[in-house]
């Protein structure tokens, strides 16, 4: 408003007050935000109009910042479990940050000089991978991973091994062009306000939102159309759509042709050594069918007009087939038929059909184009980039099932055969995606005393060969990632750490370290079980997990598991940095990225766990971080992050490099970055050039960008691959033809023939195959509440009173025919366990389908809350009933309840059965031993009044009182 | 002047931004503090200016809707419906059918005080406390005259009151009086806190007598709706319908069987 | 509504004491004398005006007992100008000095009423009156709550404040003159009959559907509308303030009781007294018509539903 209102008294001291900005982290979307304060206390907390991530707006845990600083449940000093008291009973003493670092480092040190693997680091909600894992190579343990193997590898490895980008952080759709989009098993992302700015975008536009979900509340709530699939059968679904598609001959050959790899000849010989893998020449160089030489050629070459469909006879006599031509076999028969499908998703035929014609129609009939001269990848000029503005998203929903990669491949290939990948109105990458198809990076494997690893422990294989297994087949990693339980665990398996230490397979470990995990609670399977597990003892006394180290900023149960805790900062506090060599924060059109500054300053004892991990490398010798000298390299974590380089001229920072702050993305090391940075709201925006957004798997000029940056490692035209030439090494090595590692117990043979389709196939959820589907009749899932981060927010005093208690919601008319009344009591049982939780009558939910709010439910003491909370009474966990563990079937050795191609958590799969509970049995169960509160915890505040200043009233006259009439 | 706000029902995803917004701006604003009660105990609850309501709109079941829904549906003109929604539902409310999910749509209606018109809460105030301003019409409460005896409350048919248990005084949206007319702030964010945080801009902030402003185009475009017509308030903020998407065209089918083996593909030459 | 007990005390207590008052002052001016109107000599009119003023007191005060910021109580006064709560303040402090210099006049002179006591005692009986009515329009003014915002509201809360001042002043006459009225008593059977078939009515106006429902509070009128989510977990402010529910059976038998309490007994006890001359038998009916008429003011909040019930689920089928 521009009127002055002379009458209006000065509301607030704005000399009084200072305004800096930073980076959110109330949950991993990173919005900047501009925080304005008073003296040390933050008065208000607002979106960055100017951020690239939030463009000024912020969610309601971004909002609730104030009261995550204001937090009775702040960690304060170092912990140290009493001696002689037991782990999880919450005995702990305070003790100096000296003592604790002199007791871990003393530990860490023996370590790495005898057996590296005995440390097991693991991270949660971490956004700095890059530096966590750095630590961990250097370290010289493959034994490092983040939370991605519970959380999304799906999307990521389903997205890296067919399009080079995905779904989840590292592609978004192209809210301002695209004209359909849908939306697969979305409630909330990584990407929370860029999605919601995204979808009014789009319906602004008056743009088709379709929403693929067992449930409609949030996003789906606002779709143009709801489709209440049932859980865990979106593949059939998406496949149907491709059936159609087919039938009809709607996609787009010349895209095909062009940017994917599907004119590759495949061998046909099944049951022989070689079928399935691509004809190639003597280069090695896989071959097409060229009609106009009518021969076989290098695929890669220019001048060819590639035949897309075709059964041939290689020159070596064996049978051919284009990629396309299996594609279309497979699809078109009458499994994938819309009619079928619809039995198993619960989506009518009609709508199926009518979807895929819809999409079609929008790829082809409404395309769009951007005048727009851009170079391809054989350096031809272009004039134009074609839109095909179909675009789609998709997230948990799909990946937390152990379908959830082939699923994700299946959306993928709907996508690829629209030519709907990276052009206007599609689905984009963002910076620095794409890479190549996987990216060129290799898992570590070998480790020795004192030793860094000589590449990161995390990478992407391609074959048998780069698994991370022994001689014999067994695993080498304790989570067994990129073992034959899980060959393509692009983000290891945090999920199955505790419990395969605990029982020494593959062996047993020293010390655990975690940070920002709440493994004792909400981010395991099976809770209970995994408490129990944390405190198994062997026979001679010790802890099964010997030492477990804890980083965590906040009184979780982690906390309460832990022998050692380093207490953390807020996010209000520290130095942080997002950087690209991470999950970026990246817009399509943009390469960003960003840092934390410390707006409050600290009051307690409290360390940043980057600030310490830095120190922990100097005083464990860790080479890059010494000087020859045999001096420490970095003084402090701003330090290195300002000198440290991951190649010469590529470090965590990209913005302002050189010594004068004048280059970009790459350049030497300039020791006024985090001034630059700060001056610039604390982002990094590095715009592309209009001929550069779009194909970028296949454009000349943005590939040389993304080199030179160092986010791909040559210009080579990024083919996308539909048919995944590794998938079938790997069912290759299944079915014993393999010339290399295989596998030699019959499960293994078994997951590996079965799932590691080179295209995508629908199957049904592996815990469905095992229990008995009449007796366990509901799907299990849940949700994201867009206003709690996890565990993080019950400690939140506003957040928690919008749900301090969550419901198990369940279709109204099946809750009317089994007796249950809205707001009563049931028992959920699976075949892993029972628990006790309240209904709540819902319409729109699949039939099939009960969902809750996910982490709401706390351990009672633990998050500074009262023992009588909401979240320890009332609330409860579903993961309880979900097993790390895939329910028993005779012969075969217990195996991970995960995606067997990925090791993704199939948190999605759980299955139960729902029954009344008795009269008078209310309450959560089961209930919890009471966390105790720690040293010098005081008790939580009865009633807060929080402001910063007193309240400037605006008075109404005594006048006005007595005169004024009704108006 | 008559200022507030457009709500979009068609795009608010229901994210509680806008409330927890209000909350922290207004915590240390003009009428602050907003208390908290038992915030970390049992059932913990507090004095709060914006709340979002969630409701499920059925179709499909409206011969079991209340008796007296006929009574307010013949107050036609001041009520959207979904009828249409319904019926052109083969598109919003399809992918249900079969398995037996009824045709359902969840609506989220965030509520703030609607600075009505014909307000009553300060009519009825006995201390002057309550008072609509003349000049934007902005409705306040003078929290220093202010006795807590809740008649406002009672007297406002939309729940926009609530009083503040540990200062014994009502709160209610300022309409961020203290933000808005605030000549040190930036002008693009003289809006209130809870139109400035929303991801998906579905609140929308302005004068509803400048037939100019967005709030009052939104409104004639969208056919924003005022709740409750019938109780007279004459409530300001306006609430724009969800939306009905028409019919997205489709491929025509083309007619072959396509048994998989039978059909015939024809390559067309592409260069690379 | 929450039936809070200040407010139910209140509006009974002070009903009956403006009743009383407004009988004892207009039966006096009536008659022009207090022997002859009212039989009671000036001492027992001094004794029963005491009573009356007493009870509209204790009244107003525990009315301020609800108020959270009772500091800023005297405040209520300046919103005359629209606020029927504040209108009620500044009658029952003008009624003060009023009824007690027409106390004074009367007791000046012996009882007997000149034509400056009669027109305060008028006045007085206006203010009485005002003061009910603004009770009455307190409740009455309030559109949200469909059961207050009725026609027959106030009337009845008027014809309350008669029919228990009129029992009252029955009954003290009885203890203290040791026989029962006749005129009065008379009338207040009359009235009694009257606020039955009142109460009734507005029974019977409040039972049919009306006012908003969630289809306008929502604006979706053409479907079926359920509360999914209220947006937060724990009772607040407004469903504490407003959300009672005592069960529709419980309701009505409490109606039939109050009917029996209220009307019935006192009917009946009083038409016995009158008949076989019992005193006792009025001060049953007394402590059964003020027994009932708490029970009709807890009714009148139990059974009223402010609208904004609608968006925390009472719409649930
Ligand atoms: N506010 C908030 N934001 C967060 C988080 C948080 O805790 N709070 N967590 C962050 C993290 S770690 C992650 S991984 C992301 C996850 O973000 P999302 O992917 O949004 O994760 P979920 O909330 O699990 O949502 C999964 C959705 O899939 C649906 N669904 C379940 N099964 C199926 C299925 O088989 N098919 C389909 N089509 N849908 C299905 C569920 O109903 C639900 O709506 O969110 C991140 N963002
Ligand atoms: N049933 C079910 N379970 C699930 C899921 C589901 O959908 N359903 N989702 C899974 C998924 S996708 C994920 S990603 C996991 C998430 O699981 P986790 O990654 O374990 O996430 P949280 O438990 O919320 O948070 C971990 C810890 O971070 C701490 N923390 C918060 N801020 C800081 C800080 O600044 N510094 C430090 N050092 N620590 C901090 C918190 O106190 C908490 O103890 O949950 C998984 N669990
Ligand atoms: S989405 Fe919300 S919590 Fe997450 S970073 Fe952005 S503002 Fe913060
Ligand atoms: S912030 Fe916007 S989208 Fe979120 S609840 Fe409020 S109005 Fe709806
Ligand atoms: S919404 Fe309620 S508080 Fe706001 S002006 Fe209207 S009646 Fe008053
Ligand atoms: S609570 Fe305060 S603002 Fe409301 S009517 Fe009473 S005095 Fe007026
Ligand atoms: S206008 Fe201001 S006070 Fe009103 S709801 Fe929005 S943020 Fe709250
Ligand atoms: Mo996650």
């Known amino acids: 408003m521009n009127h002055q209102i002379d009458s209006l008294p000065e509301f607030e001291n704005h000399a009084e007050q200072e305004t800096k900005f930073t980076t959110c982290y109330m949950c991993a979307c990173r919005c900047g935000i501009k925080v304005t304060t008073e003296g040390n206390e933050v008065r208000f907390i607002q979106g960055n109009p100017n951020h690239p991530i939030n463009k000024g707006v912020l969610c309601a845990k971004g909002n609730s910042g104030i009261m995550k600083q204001r937090s009775p449940a702040k960690l304060s000093k170092p912990l140290l479990r009493k001696p002689g008291t037991e782990r999880g009973a919450g005995e702990f003493e305070e003790i100096s940050w000296d003592e604790a670092l002199d007791i871990l480092t003393k530990r860490l040190k023996n370590i790495r000089a005898t057996d590296p693997k005995k440390l097991a680091f693991f991270t949660g909600r971490d956004q700095m991978q890059a530096l966590t894992g750095f630590w961990a190579s250097q370290f010289g343990t493959i034994n490092w991973a983040a939370h991605g193997g519970f959380c999304s590898v799906n999307m990521a490895a389903a997205g890296l091994y067919t399009t080079g980008h995905s779904f989840w952080e590292f592609g978004d759709p192209d809210w301002g062009l695209t004209k359909y989009f849908m939306m697969w098993g979305v409630a909330e992302d990584h990407a929370s306000n860029p999605i919601k700015i995204g979808l009014k975008k789009l319906k602004e536009r008056g743009a088709k939102f379709v929403a693929v979900n067992p449930v409609r509340t949030g996003y789906q709530a606002i779709a143009d159309e709801w489709i209440a699939v049932r859980p865990g059968t979106d593949g059939m679904l998406a496949l149907a759509m491709v059936h159609v598609l087919l039938q009809h001959d709607l996609f787009d050959d010349e895209f095909l042709v062009r940017y994917t790899n599907s004119p590759r000849l495949v061998v046909n010989t099944p049951g022989q050594v070689g079928d399935g893998l691509f004809l190639r020449n003597g280069d090695c160089q896989p071959l097409v069918y060229d009609q106009q030489s009518n021969a076989f050629v290098d695929g890669n070459r220019v001048d060819i007009s590639p035949a897309l469909f075709g059964d041939y006879t290689a020159p070596d006599g064996r049978p051919v087939r284009t990629v396309m031509s299996m594609l279309a076999d497979k699809y078109l028969v009458d499994e994938y038929s819309p009619k079928k499908a619809s039995k198993i998703c619960g989506v009518p035929a009609d709508t199926i059909e009518r979807l895929a014609l819809e999409i079609a129609h929008v790829a082809f009939k409404e395309s769009i184009t951007i005048d727009c001269e851009w170079t391809d990848w054989a350096g031809r000029k272009q004039t134009q980039f074609i839109g095909r503005p179909v675009s789609m998203h998709a997230m948990r929903g799909i990946s937390a099932h152990s379908n959830g990669f082939q699923t994700c491949r299946a959306i993928h290939l709907l996508q690829v055969m629209l030519g709907t990948i990276d052009c206007p109105g599609g689905h984009l990458a963002k910076p620095p995606f794409p890479k190549h198809i996987p990216p060129n990076l290799k898992p570590a494997r070998d480790m020795a005393p004192n030793t860094p690893l000589s590449s990161a422990p995390l990478g992407f294989p391609t074959a048998p060969e780069d698994l991370c297994i022994d001689g014999d087949g067994k695993p080498l990693r304790i989570d067994k990632a990129y073992s034959w339980d899980a060959p393509i665990a692009a983000h290891g398996l945090m999920h199955m750490v505790i419990s395969n230490a605990v029982k020494g397979d593959p062996y047993e470990i020293d010390t655990l370290m975690l940070f920002m995990a709440n493994m004792a609670w909400n981010s395991s399977m099976n809770t209970a079980n995994t408490m129990a597990m944390l405190r198994e003892k062997k026979e001679d006394g010790e802890y099964k997990i010997p030492f477990i180290v804890n980083s965590d900023a906040f009184h979780s149960e982690m906390v309460n598991y832990s022998d050692l805790v380093l207490p953390d900062t807020t996010f209000l506090e520290r130095f942080d940095t997002i950087s690209m060599l991470d999950r970026p924060i990246s817009e399509p059109d943009a390469a960003c990225d960003s840092i934390r500054q410390p707006i409050i300053e600290i009051d307690r004892d409290v360390r940043s766990w980057q600030e310490v991990l830095v120190d922990l490398a100097g005083r464990l010798d860790f080479p890059a971080f010494k000087t020859e000298q045999g001096g420490n390299k970095y003084e402090s974590y701003k330090d290195f992050i300002i000198n440290y380089e991951r190649a010469p001229g590529i470090g965590f920072l990209a913005g302002w490099r050189g010594k004068d702050g004048d280059q970009h993305l790459c350049g030497e090391p300039n020791p006024k970055q985090w001034d630059a940075y700060i001056a610039n709201e604390c982002f990094f925006e590095y715009k592309l050039e209009p001929g550069q957004r779009y194909y970028r798997h296949a454009n000349k000029d943005y590939l040389e960008l993304a080199k030179k940056a160092h986010w791909v490692g040559s210009t080579d035209q990024i083919l996308i691959e539909v048919y995944s030439e590794p998938l079938q090494k790997f069912r290759l090595a299944g079915q014993g033809l393999y010339d290399g590692p295989m596998p030699n117990n019959e499960q293994h043979k078994k997951r590996l023939t079965e799932h590691f389709d080179p295209l995508p196939y629908f199957y049904m959820p592996l815990e469905q195959q095992r229990i008995d589907k009449s007796e366990y009749r509901f799907h299990a899932v849940t949700q994201r509440p867009m206003f709690m981060y996890h565990s993080w927010d019950s400690q939140n005093a506003w957040l928690r009173q919008i749900t301090s208690q969550n419901y198990l919601y369940m279709n109204r008319q099946e809750c009317l025919g089994m007796g249950i009344a809205d707001e009563s009591w049931v028992w959920v049982e699976s075949h892993n366990g029972k628990i006790r939780a309240q209904v709540k009558h819902m319409d729109g939910v699949e039939s099939n389908t009960v969902w809750t709010w996910n982490a709401i439910a706390k351990a009672p003491g633990a998050w500074g809350l009262e023992k009588n909370a909401n979240e320890s009474k009332d609330a409860f966990l579903l993961n309880h009933l979900i097993s790390e563990l895939l329910p028993p079937k005779q012969s075969f050795a217990d195996i991970t309840n995960s995606d067997p191609v990925t090791g993704q958590a199939a948190w999605y799969d759980l299955c139960v059965k729902i029954t009344p509970a008795a009269d008078g049995e209310t309450g959560a169960w089961p209930q919890f031993e009471q966390v105790q509160p720690l040293p010098n915890q005081g008790p939580s505040p009865k009633e807060i009044s929080y402001t910063t200043h007193e309240n400037v009233n605006l008075k109404r006259s005594f006048k006005d009182i007595l005169t004024r009439g009704k108006k | 002047m008559k200022l507030g706000l457009v709500i979009d029902l068609d795009t608010c995803v229901g994210c509680h931004a806008c409330a927890t917004a209000c909350k922290q701006w207004n915590t240390s604003g003009t009428i602050g503090p907003l208390s908290d009660q038992s915030p970390y105990g049992q059932d913990p609850n507090g004095s709060w200016l914006n709340r979002i309501r969630t409701f499920e709109v059925n179709q499909a079941n409206t011969s079991t809707a209340l008796v007296d829904n006929s009574k307010s549906a013949s107050c036609g003109s001041h009520t959207f419906d979904l009828h249409a929604l319904a019926t052109q539902g083969e598109s919003a409310l399809a992918g249900v059918g079969s398995n037996g999910s009824p045709a359902s749509k969840t609506v989220h209606m965030p509520m703030s005080c609607m600075q009505c018109e014909e307000a009553d809460c300060v009519t009825v105030c006995p201390t002057g406390a309550s008072y609509k301003r003349e000049e934007d019409g902005i409705v306040l409460v003078d929290q220093d005259k202010c006795m807590g005896c809740n008649l406002c409350s009672w007297a406002c048919p939309y729940g926009a009151r609530e009083l503040d248990e540990e200062q014994g005084v009502m709160k209610k949206c300022t309409l961020c009086v203290d933000r808005i007319y605030d000549q040190n702030l930036p002008e693009s964010e003289r809006k209130p806190a809870c139109v400035l945080s929303c991801p998906t801009s579905s609140r929308v902030f302005g004068d509803f007598d400048d037939p100019t402003s967005e709030v009052s185009k939104l409104t004639v475009e969208r056919a924003g709706q005022a709740l409750m017509p019938e109780l007279g308030y004459k409530p300001t903020n306006r609430y724009l319908p969800p939306r009905e998407k028409g019919e997205v065209a489709a491929m025509v089918k083309t007619n072959e069987p396509a048994l998989s083996k039978l059909k015939k593909w024809a390559n067309r030459m592409i260069a690379r | ?317």
Request: proline share 3%; with cysteine.
């Open chain 3, 1 to 317: 509504m929450k039936p809070a007990f200040s407010v139910l005390f209140f509006t009974v207590t002070s009903g009956i004491g403006y009743g009383l008052l407004m009988w004892l002052v207009g039966m006096q001016l009536v008659s022009g004398s207090v022997a002859s109107a009212t039989e009671v000599d000036v001492n027992n009119f001094l004794i029963m005006g005491f009573v009356g003023l007493t009870l509209a007191t204790l009244g107003l005060l525990s009315s301020t007992l609800h108020l959270a910021n009772p500091k800023n109580a005297w405040r209520a006064f300046s919103r005359f100008r629209t606020s029927w709560l504040s209108r009620e303040g500044v009658f029952s402090l003008l009624y003060y000095p009023i009824i007690l210099t027409y106390a004074f006049l009367v007791y000046l002179n012996g009882g007997e009423l000149n034509s400056l006591s009669q027109i305060i005692g008028a006045l007085s009986v206006l203010v009485a009156l005002s003061v009910v009515i603004c009770t009455g329009m307190i409740y009455a003014s309030l559109k949200p709550i469909r059961q207050w915002h009725n026609p027959l509201v106030t009337p009845l809360y008027l014809l309350f404040s008669f029919t228990s001042g009129a029992l009252l002043y029955v009954s003290m006459y009885a203890g203290l003159e040791n026989e029962v009225p006749r005129s009065i008593t008379i009338l207040f059977l009359v009235l009694l009959v009257v606020s039955f078939i009142s109460k009734m009515l507005y029974f019977r106006s409040i039972g049919k559907p009306d006012g908003a429902t969630i289809g306008s509070a929502t604006g979706f009128s053409q479907a079926h509308v359920r509360l999914l989510d209220a947006g937060h977990n724990a009772d607040t402010f407004l469903t504490k303030e407003f959300v009672f529910d005592a069960g529709a059976m419980k309701l009505l038998r409490l109606r039939y009781l109050m009917i029996i309490l209220a009307f019935v007994a006192p009917l009946s006890l009083v038409i016995a007294a009158m008949a076989w001359d019992i005193a006792p038998a009025i001060f049953l009916a007394m402590l059964s018509l003020y027994s009932g008429l708490f029970l009709e003011r807890w009714l009148f909040f139990a059974e009223a539903r402010h609208v904004v019930r609608l968006y925390h689920g009472d719409q649930r089928a």
